[in-house]
C-alpha cells in the first residue's frame, strides 16, 4: 500500500517552539494539526484519505496531548503500515531560555502542578527522553529567535527546484561558550595557529580575508580538505537513511577567527559539489552573527 501524504510529526519540550514550527511548515503547503493526541493521528488520516485531501501533512503532539512514548510509536506504526512517509521531528531547547520564555509569555508550563518551573522542565525531559534519542531530526531551537526557526525549519523541508533533499547546517562556536546542542559531528579546530595573538588580525573575525588567509596559512587549507573526503562519504548516506538535516559544528575558543574561516569554507564545499542545501551559521562571532543559505 502506497499512501498519498507526507508526514512531519512535531514534538519536543514544551516552550522550544512547536507552535512556531508548525506555522512556517503551513506557510509552505502543509496542512497542519497542534495538539493532536497521538491516539488520534489514525483518524485524521482516515479523515483526510476520505476527504480525497492529499499532500502534505504536519502534526504538533505535546504533554498538553497525553503523549506517550507508546501510543506515539503506535500512531507512527499505523501510518507507516499504510504507505505513508513519517518524519519525527524533535524540538529542544536550553532550560535557562525556556525559563525566560515562559517568564515573557506569563504562559504556565503544562506539567506545572504544586512544583516549580524548573522541575517541571525536568519532569518532561525524562518522559520524553526516549523519544528524543530515537529521533534522527533534532532542532535545537536555544539561539533562534522566532523569525530565525521559521527561516530553520522553512530551509530543512521546502523542495526547491528538485533539488537536494538534504539540508546540512555548519555552525561556527566558541567552546567557551558551550558546544551546540543540536550537533551531529562537532570538530574541533584550536589546533590551528590563533589569529587573536596577533595584534592587528584581533578585532577582526573569520569573515576578513587577513584572517582567513592566516588560518589556511597555518593548516587550515589540509584541514579542509580531510573534513572535505569525510563529508562526501558520509553525507550521501545520511540521505539514504532519510535524514534531512545534517548540523556540522567547528569550533575553536571564541567562535570568531577560525572556526568561522573553516566553516565557511567547508560550506562552500558543500555547495558546490550539491551534496545538499546548505546554511552556514557563525553562533558566537558577536555583533556580526548572521545566517546565510548557499
Known amino acids: 500500500m502506497v499512501g498519498s501524504h507526507k508526514w512531519v ?20 503547503g502543509y496542512f497542519c494539526v497542534d495538539n493532536l493526541p497521538a491516539s488520534l493521528v489514525a483518524a485524521l488520516h482516515d ?8 499532500g502534505l501533512v504536519a502534526v504538533g503532539i505535546g504533554v498538553r496531548g497525553g503523549i506517550l ?4 510509536e503506535a500512531a507512527i506504526g499505523v501510518l507507516e503500515g499504510r504507505g505513508e512517509r513519517v518524519e519525527l521531528v524533535f524540538l529542544d531547547c536550553a ?16 506539567l506545572l502542578r504544586d512544583g516549580t518551573l524548573s522541575e517541571s522542565i525536568a519532569q518532561e525531559r525524562l518522559a520524553l ?15 533562534f529567535n522566532l523569525h530565525e526557526l ?3 525549519v522553512q530551509r530543512i523541508f521546502a523542495t526547491v527546484d528538485g533539488g537536494p533533499r538534504l539540508v ?3 555552525v561556527s562556536f566558541g567552546f567557551k561558550y558551550g558546544i551546540p546542542r543540536e550537533a551531529d559531528y562537532i570538530f574541533d579546530v584550536r589546533f590551528l595557529a590563533n589569529p587573536y595573538f596577533i595584534q592587528q588580525l584581533r578585532p577582526q573575525t573569520g569573515l576578513d580575508a587577513a584572517v582567513r588567509d592566516h588560518v589556511f596559512d597555518h ?32 569550533g575553536c575558543t571564541g567562535g570568531r577567527h577560525r572556526s568561522v574561516a573553516i566553516a565557511e569554507a567547508i560550506g562552500a564545499r558543500i555547495a558546490a559539489q550539491s551534496l545538499g542545501r546548505v546554511t552556514v551559521r557563525h553562533r558566537d562571532i558577536g555583533e556580526l552573527a548572521g545566517q546565510d543559505e548557499r
Open 219 to 250: 593548516g587550515g587549507d589540509e584541514l579542509v580538505e580531510r573534513l572535505d573526503a569525510l563529508i562526501q562519504w558520509a553525507l550521501p548516506r545520511h540521505a539514504d537513511e532519510g535524514r534531512t538535516l545534517v548540523t556540522l559544528a567547528l
Open 69 to 72: 512514548l507508546d501510543d506515539l
Open 150 to 152: 521559521k527561516r530553520h
Open 129 to 143: 527522553l526516549p523519544l528524543r534519542e530515537r529521533t534522527l531530526q533534532l532542532i535545537d531551537t536555544t539561539d
Open 95 to 110: 532550560d535557562r531560555v525556556l525559563i525566560r520564555r515562559f517568564a515573557e509569555t506569563r504562559r504556565r508550563h503544562p
Open 47 to 54: 479523515t483526510l484519505t476520505e476527504s480525497g485531501d492529499e
Open 168 to 170: 546540512v547546517s555548519v
Open 9 to 28: 510529526v512535531v514534538t519536543g519540550i514544551s516552550g522550544s517552539g512547536r507552535t512556531t514550527a508548525l506555522r512556517a511548515l503551513e506557510d509552505i
